[in-house]
């Protein structure tokens, strides 16, 4: 079984080496082929592993090699998969086998098409070893590995100035994130004596609440940041400038999930301070709202879809906060599966309107993209929990399990919530493809994506449709390891909760047909009263969150930093060395008249420094005669 | 006191012939006063039972010290009175007082305190220039075979450095002579 | 009314300040010289006055040398300007400024 | 041979150097090449001849110069120094391969030979007095380097350079006076071997007095804020190799100084300043690495990310913990791979236009290719990715610091945010976006010679990122014996109390838990 292991692992690097040697040179069609071949590899390597576990129920554990060992420190690269782990490799392997395809499709026109293969396999290769890890450090290890592989994949397109932008933004802010994950390591090796998961898990029994506590936040700002969670948000709305299948595999399937794995994967700590549980899951159901809130608005379609993973992610944490980490790792995967085909979809809108973002420049584009239709709708469906499909099997457990632990305000917010997510979706999908054709306005020709393109994102159709009735096997699988336990809830009530959702969901679809699928929708032209109402405006401006973190963080910044070089560097330090030195050699310009030549006036110096010494003499004469030696 | 009397005497002349020393504008009042001064010196000697040195005082400095420094004139042009451009004088004369009282304090605060002990203590019933001698040609005999060494030493290097090219005199070439032999020097 | 040490080290004292001031403020070379003399006489009274009320010979050695060097610097000295005047024509200490800093 | 082999490491290229002089000019380049080869290959024998198990002094030569005094040439290396001088012959090597057209090559190569002696003397030295002569002669080269090869402002920056480091290294010279002279009044005979000293348990207040003296020399070689502002002129006017090895090895010999001296002579002291030094520390990363910031020139960008870094070393030095002072000796390696590299990767881009002004650039990354990936692997290197050499170094020494303080770390950690800032916003300006001037529209990419030079530097920050065993092994043996040394010779409590035991047991649980600091 180690063999498949080290295969499922390394055939993403070797994919991505291989891509890197061809970086500087024109498109070539068999760098993409032969990526997405290897991560097919990988991705059967990683079933045969699911297999196993699911046989055997015995988790493999490899130490490849030590990495770092000094002092009481021994940090191997050991590589660990259990059932929580084989999931995320499963869901990281599937999706980017999809999304390797799909771009084939793509990237066709792009002349970084080699260097985006390189960039995408490297992520892949990352993201395997941040979930693989047997330990933090690697953890940290694919958790940084992730963060440099998005940037350069936001930044893909280097000569647009918001790309690379937004590249630097998302590092940045997730940099933010990893000094708090890197202060919970260190937290964690001065109180454990090591960062391995088994080794610490079990000494996690014996420390003080307090220093728990301090681990758990410290480890959660990390999962904060990669999984975009408030105040550190902006920048996942700002990485939709990178190509979409980025978007699908790292902004929407994987990489934001991060940060909800950590969680999972340190169930142990986080079930013994349920206090910090709460805390996020308070922040998880928060997100959620607020980020809904800003997809009701918003006239790009990827940040739509941004948003809604955004809230999506709120419901992950609001789950794993309560302490439900397998309801929250189910609906992960199945939001991979629905959140990335949702993206390709929009990928496919994309491509035949020329790169145009906004949904009330389309509509009407059933007819052309009847393919994408379907799975935009089957996608959208999903998301908004509308039985059977996958989000509401995984969404209601999440409801069910805040309801059960009569945490009725994270109940209300997360199935108000589901209302509004039901809306924005349909919004999407009704401005795209229903009503008028407002595309021909601008002159576009939408044409439909090419075939393979699509046969490529039926696996994730496949997700979205079956993953539901997977719920009890699923859970049979991780109980193991989480702890889990199914919530029951008394039949009818359950019933009633099951038929209110449905109907407050079906009737926010409806809305939605209603409002934006007729054809008096017009392109806006910043002009209606909705437009110009307090609310939109927040909406639309993300309730001036940027404005703000531009305005007061990073615009001080860039003028402390010149205030600190101009001012402080150059006219205090330095100026003080300076001036020592030019004291210094001023002296010895003043003291150069001394030497006139002319000996009167050196006999008159030497008198000074006769009379200078003398002077010395006597004090030196009366310190020691008073000074009683 | 007579001893006052004299020591006030002496003490008076020297500080007036010292101070036409370095006040005149005129280069022979100066030898002169000098001249005197050194004299008048060789008196304290004489008060203070130093008979010896007081007698070497009046050789030394008046005879042979005084008669170089004579001589010495002759070759310069003395007859100009010498010009004094000089800044504050305060400053010289507060910097030279200042100078003096320190040189005083340091000498005078082991006598003051009394931890003086005679190193070499005059021996009573011998005259002044038998206990000179006594010392001299004992403890200081190399000191004073070196002084006579070095009195050599000064008495040749006087004669050979003012005795270059005695037969011609400054003074009495012409100014067009003199730049001429400057070039020369220059060219070669 | 004894005359005493002190009566001795003043005078000495005034002495070494004539001689300080001509020091400073003569400009002739020669009569610089003259200025360092009353500065060596000065001195001289001093060692004699101390080796007279402390019964010590030193003092008056000391003069003795003191002398001698004396003699001897103005031997040298005198030689070594008259090279100089012929040299320069002056003995002016205002034109001597060849180590000019 | 290889009893001597640290002598003939050290005077090999000094030999070399001298007969340099006879070489014609067409020739000189081949000739340092050789020569550079051989002292590389040399330390590399010097490496497999070493033996990873031994944490004391290896290759050890003795040979009494003044008796009378107790200063002897005495060599030898342990494992913190052997890394730094394979390093230091590395660089040596790689400089005068990538040796660009340089007027007066000869003269140039000449100077690198020299240098490179005084440096393996540097970190080779046993005795103070040796170890000081090397230290103040590593000075001249330096000096000529950057006066006769450098910008226009090169005298200024030289004279800068030279008078503020050889001020500082005269206080450290009277400190070394002073220990030799308490080694005197102690044993009774007189040492300056660095190995006697370390037997010399010193009251307190001396050492206070002592570390002072010594630090000041350390701290403005290092360079420490507020001792730093030599640096960016010194790296703003050097050419190209001036700034790769000053930046990879001279600022070391500060650093390699505090741990061979400062640590186990002073360990009560070193006890006593930590916390004010740790302050220092995280000015130095946090306030320069803003100034790094507002830099418009790219070299001055990578000049002040070099004291930002030296920040972290000081820090984790000053752990006192074998984490913390092991991964500071592996950050100085990885800082002088990386900062090294980088600043020959700015030194391709000035060969071709002769500016280093950021704005003069922008879309490198279109016409220059390679020469952009490698400047980003580089890039991402220095800022401290895990899987590259600095990550290696900065993790140990931030975890070293944090058992010592929380909120210093944390502050310090602050330092890999402002770090990514500064860097990816020189690497947007300089890389991305259109090619808007004219001049950089026909640029021709990193050509072979540069890319020997700088390959090998990407090859060996990744491999030790990757696999830092090999050296954070013998680095480890010879730390922990330090650590040994000091917690033995500490006498304060605090000092105790902040060294940590090595012969118990390891107890892990803190004693201090954030709840209190913050309180």
Redesign the interface.
């Known amino acids: 079984m180690e063999k498949y292991l080290y295969i499922a692992l390394f055939a993403p690097l070797v994919s991505s080496l291989f891509s890197l040697l061809f ?2 040179t024109p498109k070539k069609l068999f760098t993409g082929i032969v990526a997405s071949l290897l991560i097919i590899t990988s991705l059967i390597s990683s079933s045969i592993l699911l297999t196993h576990i699911l046989e055997t129920g015995e988790p493999i554990h490899v130490t490849m ?9 021994y940090i191997p690269f050991g590589f660990l998969v259990d059932q929580v782990s084989v999931t995320m490799m499963m869901v990281v392997t599937l999706v980017s086998s999809v999304v390797h395809v799909y771009a084939i499709g793509y990237m066709d026109h792009d002349k970084g098409f080699n260097r985006f293969f390189a960039w995408l396999s490297a992520f892949v290769f990352s993201m395997m070893i941040l979930v693989m890890s047997d330990n933090y ?1 690697g953890l ?2 694919g958790w ?2 992730v963060g ?1 592989c998005s ?1 350069g994949l936001i ?1 893909f397109w ?2 647009k ?1 918001s790309a ?2 937004a590249a ?1 933004e998302a ?2 802010m997730n ?2 994130a ?2 708090g994950m ?2 919970g ?3 964690i ?5 090591t960062l391995q998961y088994d080794g610490a898990f079990a ?1 996690f029994h014996q ?2 609440t ?2 728990l506590t ?1 681990i758990g936040i410290f480890l959660f700002i990390g999962a904060m940041g990669k999984s975009a969670q408030f105040p550190l948000h902006t920048w996942l709305a700002d990485a939709m400038e990178g190509p979409t299948p980025v978007s699908a595999l790292i902004h929407a399937a994987t990489m934001v999930t991060a940060g909800v794995y950590l969680v999972i994967r340190s169930h142990e700590l986080y079930s013994l301070i349920p206090h910090v549980g709460l805390f996020i899951a308070s922040l998880g159901t928060f997100v959620a709202l607020f980020a809904a809130s800003m997809a009701l608005v918003n006239r790009d379609m990827k940040r739509v879809i941004a948003y809604s993973t955004l809230s999506q992610l709120g419901y992950m944490f609001a789950a794993a906060g309560l302490g439900a980490y397998w309801v929250a790792l189910f609906h992960l995967m199945a939001h991979a599966g629905f959140k990335a085909l949702l993206f390709l979809g929009a990928g496919n809108v994309m491509h035949a309107m020329k790169d145009e973002l906004d949904p009330f420049k389309m509509g009407g584009l059933k007819k052309v993209m009847k393919w994408t239709w379907i799975m935009m709708v089957i996608g959208s469906l999903a998301l908004a929990g509308v039985i059977p499909f996958a989000g509401f099997f995984s969404k209601d457990t999440i409801l069910e399990a805040a309801y059960s632990g009569n945490h009725m305000v994270i109940y209300g917010v997360l199935l108000f919530t589901a209302g509004l997510t039901a809306f924005y979706s349909f919004r999407l999908v009704a401005l795209i493809f229903h009503g008028e054709e407002r595309y021909k306005l601008f002159g576009v020709h939408p044409h439909e994506a090419y075939r393979f393109m699509l046969v490529a994102m039926s696996p994730l159709l496949l997700v979205a449709i079956v993953v539901g009735i997977l719920q009890t096997p699923f859970f049979d699988m991780v109980e193991e390891v989480l702890n889990g336990h199914e919530y029951h809830i008394e039949h009818t009530l359950a019933l009633i909760m099951l038929v209110g959702t449905q109907l407050f969901v079906g009737l926010a679809i409806l809305y939605a047909y209603v409002k934006y699928a007729n054809s008096k929708i017009k392109v806006p032209d910043g002009t209606s009263k909705i437009e110009n109402s307090f609310a939109y405006k927040l909406l639309i401006n993300q309730y001036y969150i940027p404005y703000a973190y531009e305005e007061y963080i990073v615009k001080p ?2 003028e ?3 205030f ?3 001012k ?2 150059v006219k205090v ?2 100026a ?2 300076d001036g020592i ?1 030019s004291i210094i050699y001023n002296t010895g310009e003043k003291t ?1 008249d ?7 006036t050196m ?2 110096w030497m ?2 420094g ?2 200078i010494l ?2 010395l ?2 004090i030196f ?1 009366f310190t020691v005669k008073y000074s009683g030696v | 006191m007579f001893e006052a009397v004299a020591f006030y005497l002496f003490a008076f002349l020297t500080i007036t012939m010292f101070i036409i020393t370095v006040t005149t504008s005129q280069a022979l009042y100066a030898l002169t006063a000098l001249a005197a001064g050194m004299i008048f010196i060789s008196a304290f000697f004489f008060i203070l039972g130093a008979d010896f040195l007081g007698a070497i005082q009046i050789i030394v400095y008046t005879g042979a010290v005084m008669a170089l420094y004579a001589f010495g004139m002759m070759f310069f042009d003395t007859t100009r009175s010498v010009k004094e451009k000089q800044g504050n004088k305060f ?2 004369t507060g ?2 007082t ?2 003096a009282v ?2 005083v ?2 000498v005078g ?1 082991p006598m003051v305190s009394n931890n003086i002990v005679a190193l070499y203590p005059t021996i009573d019933g011998m005259g002044n220039v038998q206990n000179v001698g006594l010392i001299l040609f004992t403890k200081y005999l190399v000191p004073f075979e070196l002084a006579a060494v070095m009195l050599l030493v000064a008495m040749v290097a006087g004669i050979v450095l003012a005795g270059k090219k005695m037969d011609r005199s400054i003074t009495l070439t012409n100014d067009a002579e003199l730049e001429i032999e400057k070039n020369k020097k220059v060219l070669s | 009314m004894e005359i005493g040490l002190n009566h001795y080290l003043v005078l000495s004292t005034i002495l070494f300040a004539i001689g ?1 001031v001509g ?5 002739n ?1 020669l009569l ?1 010289f003259f200025a360092t003399e009353i500065l060596l006489n000065a001195v001289n009274i001093a060692f004699a006055a101390i080796s007279h009320y402390y019964g010590d010979m030193t003092g008056q050695m000391f003069a003795f040398f003191i002398i001698a060097v004396a003699a001897s610097e103005v031997a040298v000295g005198l030689g070594l300007l008259i090279v100089w005047y012929k040299r320069h024509g002056s003995i002016d ?2 034109v ?6 | 041979m290889l009893d001597h082999i640290l002598s003939i490491l050290i005077f090999f290229p000094a030999l070399a150097a001298v007969f340099g002089f006879m070489i014609q000019k067409e020739s000189m380049r081949t000739y340092g090449v050789a020569v550079a080869l051989i002292e590389f290959v040399l330390s590399l024998v010097l490496w497999y001849a070493f033996d990873n198990n031994v944490s004391g002094m290896q290759f050890v030569e003795n040979i009494p110069l003044i008796p009378a005094f107790g200063i002897n040439y005495s060599l030898g290396i342990d494992g913190i120094s052997l890394f730094i001088i394979i390093l230091s012959a590395f660089f040596t090597f790689l400089g005068i391969v990538s040796l660009t057209d340089t007027p007066k090559v000869k003269y140039m190569i000449i100077t690198l030979l020299f240098l490179q002696m005084t440096m393996a003397g540097v970190f080779a030295a046993l005795d103070a007095i040796v170890f000081y002569t090397f230290w103040e002669l590593s000075l001249v080269p330096m000096l000529y380097i950057i006066g006769a090869w450098g910008g226009p402002l090169r005298i200024y920056a030289s004279i ?1 350079f030279f ?2 480091t050889f001020a500082g290294s005269l206080v450290m010279l009277v400190g070394m006076l002073f220990m030799a002279y308490f080694y005197h009044q102690a044993a009774g005979v007189w040492s300056f071997s660095i190995l006697d000293w370390y037997r010399l348990v010193l009251p307190e207040n001396f050492q206070l007095w002592l570390f002072v003296a010594f630090f000041i020399g350390f701290a403005i070689k290092v360079p420490m ?2 001792f ?3 640096l960016p002129y010194a790296h703003g006017q050097a050419p190209t190799i001036g700034s790769v090895i000053l930046a990879a090895i001279l600022l070391k010999m500060g650093t390699y100084a505090f741990v061979r001296f400062s640590l186990p002579l002073f360990p009560d002291a070193a006890a006593y300043f930590m916390i004010p030094i740790a302050i220092l520390a995280v000015i130095m990363i946090i ?1 320069t690495s ?2 790094a ?3 418009k020139d790219i070299k001055q960008v990578v000049a002040y990310s070099s004291i930002a870094h030296m920040g972290v070393i000081i820090l984790g030095t000053f752990a006192l ?3 913390g002072v ?2 500071s000796i592996f950050l100085m390696l990885g800082h002088g791979v990386v900062a090294g590299g980088l600043f020959m990767l700015v030194g391709v881009i000035y060969d071709r236009r002769h500016t280093k002004l950021m704005s003069e650039f922008g ?1 490198l ?2 016409v220059m ?2 020469y952009a ?1 490698i400047f980003g692997i580089m890039m ?1 290197a220095s800022v401290g ?3 590259t050499i600095n ?2 170094g900065e ?2 020494s ?3 610091f ?2 010592q303080s ?1 909120i210093l ?2 502050l310090a ?2 330092g ?2 402002v770090g ?2 500064y860097m ?2 020189a690497y ?1 300006k300089a ?4 090619v808007t001037n004219e001049a950089n529209k026909n640029l021709p ?1 990193i050509n072979k010679k540069e890319l020997f030079g700088i390959i090998p530097l990407v090859i060996v920050a990744i491999w030790l990122g ?4 090999p050296v ?2 013998p ?2 043996n010879s ?2 014996s330090i650590i040994k040394l000091m917690h033995a010779k500490a006498t304060t409590e605090l000092a105790k109390e902040r060294i940590p035991d090595l012969t118990k047991p ?1 107890v ?3 004693k201090k ?3 209190k600091e913050v309180n």
């Not at chain 1, 090796?189 to 004596?193: C, E, K, S």
């Not at chain 1, 001394?594 to 009167?600: A, D, I, R, T």
């Not at chain 4, 890389?431 to 259109?434: D, I, L």
């Not at chain 4, 990757?466 to 065993?469: A, G, I």
């Open positions: 970086t500087a090699m030590t990495w770092m060992q000094t002092g009481g420190l450090a940290f290890i940084e590995g440099l940037w930044g280097f000569h100035e690379t932008w630097n590092f940045i940099r933010i990893d000094l890197l202060i390591l260190f937290l090796y001065w109180n454990t004596g000494a420390l003080p307090a220093t301090w910044y860039r402390l930093s010149e600190f070089w101009q402080i560097d330090v330095d003080t060395v030195a150069r001394m030497q006139s030549g002319n000996l009167s006999l008159r008198v000074v006769l009379i003398l002077s003499a006597v004469g | 400053i010289i910097l030279s200042l100078a320190l040189v304090l340091i605060a | 300080l020091v400073m403020r003569r400009k070379l610089l200490l205002d001597l400024t060849t180590m000019k800093g | 800068k008078l503020y804020f507020p730093h502002t030599w306030y803003m100034v910031y507002a830099q913990n074998v984490e092991s991964g879309g990354a279109h290719p390679r990936t991402m990715l895990p899987l990550f290696v993790f140990l931030l975890l070293g944090y058992q929380h770390t944390l950690g602050t890999i945010i990514a800032i990816l916003a947007k890389f991305f976006g259109e990419d990757v696999y830092p065993k954070l092994g680095i480890n730390v922990t390891r892990f649980l803190m838990t954030i709840n």
